[in-house]
């Protein structure tokens, strides 16, 4: 249980942190909560990138049956970095309009 709690913690925490960051330096609110699917898939599916593009056939119904065979806690676990993006983007604008221009 404690397990479960500092991953969802963690997910959480580093996710806010990478799209603050992407937030500041590219100006774009929602970009990181975009991106944010293509990088779990990219460490959940344990297939290589390439792969996507030399044999698509095996690569896309392979990725697909990983991400289904997850369990509840990944599940969670994934929610949370999302729930991270989400929350940033809400922060950057909240401090945009407070008159904080970042970069």
Do not use: C, H
């Not at 799209?19 to 609110?29: E, G």
């Amino acid at each position: 249980m404690i397990q479960a709690f500092v991953a969802v913690l963690l997910y959480f925490v580093i996710f806010f942190g990478l799209a603050f960051i992407l937030n500041m330096l590219l100006r774009r609110t929602w970009l990181m909560a975009g991106f944010y699917i293509v990088i779990m898939v990219i460490i959940v599916d344990n297939i290589s990138t390439m792969e996507y593009i030399t044999s698509p056939g095996d690569a896309f119904p392979t990725a697909f049956e990983r991400i289904i065979n997850l369990s509840v806690f990944d599940y969670v676990a994934i929610g949370s970095g999302f729930l991270g993006t989400i929350v940033s983007g809400i922060v950057i604008k909240m401090l945009r309009k407070s008159g904080y221009q970042m970069f």
